[in-house]
């Protein structure tokens, strides 16, 4: 039974963490064309949209597991949260990224914390 609640309070521990992994810790605003694969029109409908980060750290992307760009600091957010924001404003472009499959169901959009240049 002691090894049952050490068990309990170990996975519930975990389950805090994970959870304070992706809680908002701030918000930023897009106001330069992101980069990427997508078309113009619709990394275009990302500028001016206000959305919640997870994290800023190095990030990547890149398609069919090959980069696009080298890793930039980037701010974090969950896909389902830039979608719904995305959405709101351009539902085409979020069917975009939808029926593309980017980045993936559990995936993160990365934004550059700075403008990209070139």
Known sequence: MRALLIFAALAASIGGACAQEQQTKGFFTIE????????????????????PFTEI??????VDGTPFYPPMMSYIVPRQEA????ERTSSQAAQWWISNEYPGEAGNFCFSTEPLVG
């Open 32 to 51: 330069h064309l992101p980069g990427g694969v997508a078309p113009p029109e619709v990394r275009n409908a990302w500028i001016g949209l206000t959305l």
């Open 57 to 62: 750290s190095l990030c990547q992307n890149e």
């Open 83 to 86: 979608l719904d924001a995305l």
